[in-house]
């Protein structure tokens, strides 16, 4: 979920906020937080010669994508609940600063500093956000339809993400932590390119393994208690290939 979307020049001037959903926290005046925010950046530059991607608190992300117009530069940022998939906002966030440019390009040219004139670019964020969601929703549906497997007695349950750790759908039932930890490493592998083709670790008296399903798609299965190790990852591979064979025929 996204909470609160800004865009601000590289000074930290605000010049668009849009608020989605209420978060319980202090109302903050946009100006006072987009200063924070383009003080972060340019530290996170100075410091480590690196664009800020993300801040981490307690249960929400900051997500940031960076973007230059005619030599300035401006900064988008996204408030959105902690389970969010970083590289899945950043590719919204993207979208959004594409259409920005597009729509108000030759007013950034001689803007007379008046933000009101952003005011109907609310409407496009919205729409770009609603595309995404139903991209999502026809991908998870598929996903409804293809998971319809014999029950494996060994596996407790299945959970399937994208390669860049957006969760699609899961009948797994894990704590938080757990859970951010899984779509984090599932981030770390897009981001990083390093293909790790089986990935496990154990949870209590279970284990929990990670496999490639496509490209695209990443598995996550948790075995029954106290079921051997080799048996999890034999239960595991055999559905991974019943679950290529049926999103090949669903493709």
């Avoid at 496509?214 to 019943?242: C, E, H, M, Y």
């Amino acid at each position: 979920m996204i909470y609160d979307f800004y865009i601000l020049e590289r000074s930290g001037t605000c010049i668009f906020h849009q608020a989605f959903s209420a978060l319980d926290r202090k109302q903050v005046e946009a100006d006072l937080i987009s200063g924070f925010f383009s003080a972060m950046c340019l530290f996170s530059r100075e410091i480590a010669d690196k664009h800020l991607e993300i801040l981490e608190l307690e249960d929400v992300r900051l997500v940031f994508t960076e973007d230059k117009l005619d030599n300035q530069e401006y900064i988008f940022v996204a408030f959105v609940d902690e389970n969010e998939s970083v590289l899945q906002i950043q590719d919204i966030l993207k979208k959004i600063s594409k259409k920005f440019f597009q729509n108000y390009k030759h007013i950034l040219k001689n803007w007379n500093r008046d933000t009101e004139i952003f005011t109907d670019f609310q409407k496009q964020i919205e729409l770009i956000i609603i595309k995404a969601d139903i991209d999502r929703f026809m991908l998870i549906e598929k996903l409804e339809e293809i998971v319809k497997i014999e029950q494996q007695t060994h596996l407790e349950g299945l959970s399937i993400y994208t390669s860049k750790g957006d969760l699609m759908i899961s009948n797994i039932e894990l704590p938080s932590p757990l859970k951010k930890f899984i779509s984090r490493t599932i981030e770390c592998q897009f981001k990083t390119s390093v293909k790790i083709d089986e990935l496990f670790f154990k949870y209590e008296t279970k284990y929990i393994l990670i496999r490639p399903i496509t490209n695209s798609l990443v598995g996550v299965f948790l075995t029954a208690p106290k079921t051997p190790f080799k048996l999890g990852i034999s239960l595991a591979d055999n559905l991974v290939k019943i679950l290529k064979e049926k999103i090949q025929v669903a493709q």
